[in-house]
């Protein structure tokens, strides 16, 4: 029974994997280029904070409770 619980976190896992390194690659031509004007700076930030706390909040979730 223990070994079919990892294997879903296993999965669940990889399928949520999925769509946030779709987003990555998405916003990687934004993240190349807005650092270097001064007014996009703070938004270039904001992306990446956005990046951080969906990558926490799927290595979370998939933590044994």
Known sequence: ????RW????LIV???TLPLLLVTLA???ALLVLP??????AHAQA???????W??????SSRER
């Open 1 to 4: 029974m223990r070994t079919l």
């Open 7 to 10: 294997a879903q976190r296993a």
């Open 14 to 16: 990889l399928v949520s």
């Open 27 to 29: 916003f990687l031509p």
């Open 36 to 41: 270097f004007r001064a007014d996009r700076a």
């Open 47 to 53: 992306m990446v904070r956005e990046l951080t706390a």
């Open 55 to 60: 990558t926490r909040a799927l290595l979370l």
